[in-house]
């Protein structure tokens, strides 16, 4: 009877352990990809021939910020792999390259969201407010494992690969679909 018990309480310490240890990140790509979605299938619910011009000025601006972050994250963390560099070196200055261009990031997204309606207005105030809050928080979250890496934190190869792969596609699929609405408006205007 014991050892079952002993059992149970040094495997709910280890997972007690573990979840303490895991890097605090808040992926926002997700996010970042359901309101461009929305963004793209609802361009008749905003678009307005008066909009025109600024909506197509404000997401080329928008689409240019995200790609630049998005290829920016990827040569960084595939640097970090190819160099083989260990956890634990903090690297302030791409720490501080990555937040700024994530900074240009909402700010464009905020002058694309302005354009919208209410209902998008609404989704985007609250990823851009969200993504806000961690760029400017205590440095105890992060937008990825790659800029907790960067501020020194213990993140695993798995962390980071997943981090490469999975939200940088969804970057990607964000950035097509800001192409694909700024055909949309100007498909309206034939």
């Not at 303490?20 to 808040?26: F, I, T």
């Not at 995200?66 to 634990?88: C, E, M, Q, V």
């Amino acid at each position: 009877m014991l050892r079952p018990l002993l059992f149970l309480i040094i495997t709910s310490l280890c997972a007690s352990y573990a979840s303490a240890q895991s890097v605090p990140v808040e992926d926002v790509s997700k996010s970042m990809l359901n309101w461009t979605q929305h963004l793209n299938a609802d361009v008749d619910k905003y678009f307005t021939r008066e909009k025109r011009d600024e909506l197509i000025r404000n997401l080329d601006a928008f689409k240019q910020a995200l790609t630049l972050y998005a290829k920016t994250r990827k040569n960084l963390s595939d640097s970090i792999f190819r160099k083989n560099i260990a956890p634990g070196n903090k690297d302030p200055k791409n720490l501080e390259l990555l937040k700024g261009q994530m900074g240009e990031v909402i700010r464009q997204m905020r002058n694309v969201t302005d354009l919208t309606n209410n209902e998008l207005r609404e989704e985007g105030d609250r990823l851009n407010d969200k993504i806000y809050n961690v760029l400017n928080g205590d440095g105890n979250q992060f937008l990825s494992y790659l800029e907790a890496f960067l501020s020194g934190l213990a993140v695993t190869k798995k962390e980071m690969a997943l981090d490469n792969g999975t939200t940088y596609d969804r970057l990607q699929q964000s950035i097509n679909l800001l192409t694909s609405t700024q055909e949309k408006i100007r498909g309206k205007m034939k």
